[in-house]
C-alpha cells in the first residue's frame, strides 16, 4: 500500500523543491523532460496492486493501481468475465491505462474504457483523498468527476484506487482479416452483423488489411464464416505495440478511410472503423507528428501516449483557462509534474 505514503511525499517534495510523477509498469513514457528537467520524486505504484472488493454478480471490481490489466483478468476469467482489452493479459497498470488515457480496438464493441470506470481513489496535494463515482453499475445522473482523472497523467492527483465495470466472456470469439478494405466492405459487415468487438485496419508498410473480430454465439460465427470465410487459426496479436513512440486519438468516422491512405513510412496505424479511435506507432517521431497533422486537417484529435514530447493536450485549446484554474484548486503548490503545461502556456 502507498496510501499513507503519499502526504509524507508531497512534504518532502516540498521542503526540497522536488515534483511527484507516479509510476506503474513504465510502459507510457512521455518524453517531457525538456529543456531542464525538474528534479523529480517518482512514486512507484507497481507494489500497491491488490485485488480490493469483488461481485461478479454485479459486474464490478475494485483494486489498487498498481494491479495490471493481465492479472486483473487472470482473476476475473475464472468466473467468466474481463476486462476487454488489446488481449486479456497486458502489463499495464489500471492506473496507469486510467491516467494515460489508453483505450483499445474494443471501444467499437464494448464502449470506451473511461466509461469502465466507476469510481476512484485520488490523492490530490490540494484536498488530500478524494472519491469520485460509486462503486455499482447504476448511479445517479451527473457530471462524472472521474472523467476529469480520465488521461490526465496525474497532474490533478494520483489515482490509487480503481473500480471498475466488467464484461462477460464471450461465448465463442473468431476473427478474420482481409485486404483492399474500403466503406463499402464496412458497410456490409454492419449489415450481417452489429456491433462488432473489432471492425477495423491495421496499416504497416504502407499497406492496409481489414480486420473484424466477433464476439457471440458460435451459430453466428458459424453464419459469419459462410459470407467471410474460414476464421483465422493463430491467436489474435495483429498488433505488437512494441515501437518506442505511440500515439492515440479519434477522428471521425468518414475520415477513416482518408485517413490509412495517408500514413507516412515507417508507421503502424491501428483504426477502429466503428468508433474512430486509433492508436499510431514508430521509431520515427517526426513521422507521428506528420501523422497528428494530417488527424488535426480532419478535426480528429491525437495525444502522445509514449516517447515523444506531447503534441496537444488533451482536451479543446479553449478550456486551456479552465486547465490552469483546476490546476490552482487541485495542486496549489505545484507538486505533481504537469507535462501538458507547455500546450497550455
Same mark, same amino acid.
Given at each position: 500500500?502507498?496510501?499513507?505514503?503519499?502526504?509524507?511525499?508531497?512534504?518532502?517534495?516540498?521542503?526540497?523543491?522536488?515534483?511527484?510523477?507516479?509510476?506503474?509498469? #513504465?510502459?507510457?513514457?512521455?518524453?517531457?523532460?525538456?529543456?531542464?528537467?525538474? =528534479?523529480?520524486?517518482? =512514486?512507484?505504484?507497481?507494489?500497491?496492486? *491488490?485485488?480490493?472488493?469483488?461481485?461478479?454478480?454485479?459486474?464490478?471490481?475494485?483494486?489498487?493501481?498498481?494491479?495490471? $490489466?493481465?492479472?486483473?483478468?487472470?482473476?476475473?476469467?475464472?468466473?467468466?468475465q474481463w476486462i476487454p482489452g488489446f488481449d486479456r493479459?497486458?502489463?499495464?497498470?489500471?492506473?496507469?491505462? $486510467?491516467?494515460?488515457?489508453?483505450?483499445?480496438?474494443?471501444?467499437?464493441?464494448? #464502449?470506451?474504457?473511461?466509461?469502465?470506470?466507476?469510481?476512484? +481513489?485520488?490523492?490530490? @496535494? #490540494?484536498?488530500?483523498?478524494?472519491?469520485?463515482?460509486?462503486? =455499482?453499475?447504476?448511479?445517479?445522473?451527473?457530471?462524472?468527476?472521474?472523467?476529469?482523472?480520465?488521461?490526465?497523467?496525474? =497532474?490533478?492527483?494520483?489515482?490509487?484506487?480503481?473500480?471498475?465495470?466488467?464484461?462477460?466472456? @464471450?461465448?465463442?470469439?473468431?476473427?478474420?482479416?482481409?485486404?483492399?478494405?474500403?466503406?463499402?466492405?464496412?458497410?456490409?459487415?454492419?449489415?450481417?452483423?452489429?456491433?462488432?468487438?473489432?471492425?477495423?485496419?491495421?496499416?504497416?508498410? +504502407?499497406?492496409?488489411?481489414?480486420?473484424?473480430?466477433?464476439?457471440?454465439? *458460435?451459430?453466428?460465427?458459424?453464419?459469419?464464416?459462410?459470407?467471410? #470465410?474460414?476464421?483465422?487459426?493463430?491467436?489474435?496479436?495483429?498488433?505488437?505495440?512494441?515501437?518506442?513512440? +505511440?500515439?492515440?486519438?479519434?477522428?471521425?468516422?468518414?475520415?477513416?478511410?482518408?485517413?490509412?491512405?495517408?500514413?507516412?513510412?515507417?508507421?503502424?496505424?491501428?483504426?477502429?472503423?466503428?468508433?474512430?479511435?486509433?492508436?499510431?506507432?514508430?521509431?520515427? @517521431?517526426?513521422?507521428? +507528428?506528420?501523422?497528428?497533422?494530417?488527424?488535426? $486537417?480532419?478535426?480528429?484529435?491525437?495525444?502522445?501516449?509514449?516517447?515523444?514530447?506531447?503534441?496537444?493536450?488533451?482536451?479543446?485549446?479553449?478550456?486551456?483557462?479552465?486547465?490552469? *484554474?483546476?490546476?490552482?484548486?487541485?495542486?496549489?503548490?505545484?507538486?505533481?509534474?504537469?507535462?501538458?503545461? $507547455?500546450?497550455?502556456?
Amino acid at each position: 500500500m502507498i496510501d499513507g505514503d503519499l502526504n509524507h511525499l508531497a512534504q518532502q517534495a516540498e521542503r526540497t523543491g522536488r515534483q511527484l510523477k507516479a509510476l506503474g509498469s #513504465g510502459l507510457r513514457p512521455l518524453n517531457d523532460e525538456g529543456p531542464e528537467p525538474p =528534479v523529480l520524486s517518482v =512514486v512507484n505504484f507497481s507494489e500497491s496492486s *491488490r485485488l480490493l472488493a469483488y461481485a461478479a454478480d454485479d459486474l464490478t471490481v475494485s483494486v489498487e493501481a498498481g494491479m495490471t $490489466v493481465g492479472a486483473l483478468n487472470r482473476e476475473l476469467m475464472a468466473h467468466g468475465q474481463w476486462i476487454p482489452g488489446f488481449d486479456r493479459g497486458g502489463n499495464d497498470t489500471l492506473g496507469g491505462l $486510467v491516467a494515460s488515457g489508453l483505450d483499445t480496438p474494443f471501444r467499437g464493441g464494448y #464502449g470506451s474504457l473511461a466509461h469502465r470506470v466507476l469510481a476512484l +481513489q485520488v490523492w490530490t @496535494p #490540494g484536498f488530500g483523498f478524494i472519491r469520485t463515482g460509486a462503486p =455499482v453499475v447504476k448511479n445517479v445522473a451527473g457530471y462524472s468527476l472521474g472523467r476529469l482523472f480520465w488521461g490526465s497523467r496525474g =497532474v490533478f492527483g494520483l489515482i490509487t484506487q480503481i473500480t471498475l465495470k466488467l464484461a462477460p466472456l @464471450p461465448e465463442e470469439e473468431a476473427w478474420w482479416m482481409v485486404s483492399d478494405i474500403d466503406s463499402d466492405w464496412v458497410a456490409s459487415l454492419t449489415q450481417w452483423a452489429r456491433p462488432w468487438a473489432v471492425l477495423g485496419s491495421i496499416t504497416r508498410r +504502407q499497406r492496409t488489411e481489414g480486420i473484424a473480430v466477433w464476439h457471440g454465439r *458460435r451459430a453466428m460465427v458459424q453464419h459469419l464464416a459462410g459470407n467471410l #470465410g474460414k476464421a483465422q487459426d493463430q491467436p489474435m496479436n495483429f498488433f505488437k505495440g512494441d515501437k518506442p513512440c +505511440q500515439l492515440t486519438g479519434a477522428v471521425p468516422l468518414g475520415a477513416c478511410q482518408i485517413l490509412v491512405k495517408e500514413v507516412p513510412a515507417g508507421v503502424d496505424l491501428l483504426m477502429e472503423w466503428q468508433s474512430g479511435w486509433f492508436v499510431a506507432e514508430s521509431l520515427d @517521431p517526426e513521422a507521428l +507528428q506528420f501523422l497528428a497533422q494530417r488527424i488535426e $486537417v480532419y478535426a480528429g484529435v491525437a495525444v502522445t501516449l509514449r516517447g515523444m514530447p506531447p503534441i496537444a493536450a488533451p482536451f479543446p485549446k479553449p478550456m486551456a483557462t479552465i486547465y490552469r *484554474r483546476l490546476r490552482q484548486h487541485y495542486d496549489p503548490r505545484g507538486i505533481l509534474v504537469d507535462p501538458w503545461q $507547455v500546450c497550455v502556456s
